[in-house]
């Protein structure tokens, strides 16, 4: 089993940042990909980014692109969401999830890939 705990959410401007960050614990060598997802009221869950277990690859959803960067601290099970820029449309709980059986590829934006979630945190952008 793998435990994921977020934090760092909160109430921020439009056009302020904020720094996501998610806590593994558990079976942490078992996992590959991490990744943010997001869920807005009304709305399905979407990608926000990933990255690979070595942290040298990433992937990004193209409504994140450019504002966003996803990292991560295997010595420490971390990975981060560091969201500059942030928009109105950014409010969301926003959940970390890993992968531990899945390798990271094109498809790393798929939920059903993802075996373990967090309990989610909220990110509220105001204008």
């Known amino acids: 089993q793998v435990h994921l705990v977020e934090s760092g959410g909160g109430l921020v401007q439009a056009g302020g940042s904020l720094r996501l960050s998610c806590a593994a614990s558990?079976?942490?060598?078992?996992?590959?990909?991490k990744a943010w997802f997001r869920q807005a009221p009304g709305k399905e869950r979407e990608f926000v980014a990933a990255?690979?277990?070595?942290?040298?690859?990433?992937y990004y959803a193209d409504s994140v692109k450019g504002r966003v960067t996803i990292s991560r601290d295997n010595g420490k099970n971390m990975v981060y969401l560091q969201m500059n820029s942030l928009k109105p449309e950014d409010t969301a709980v926003y959940y970390c999830?890993?992968?531990?059986?899945?390798?990271?590829?094109?498809?790393?934006?798929?939920?059903?890939?993802?075996?373990?979630w967090g309990q989610g945190t909220q990110v509220t952008v105001f204008s």
């Open positions: 558990g079976r942490t060598f078992s996992i590959y990909t």
């Open positions: 990255i690979s277990w070595s942290g040298g690859s990433t």
């Open positions: 999830a890993a992968a531990t059986s899945s390798p990271f590829d094109s498809s790393s934006d798929d939920p059903g890939r993802y075996a373990y």
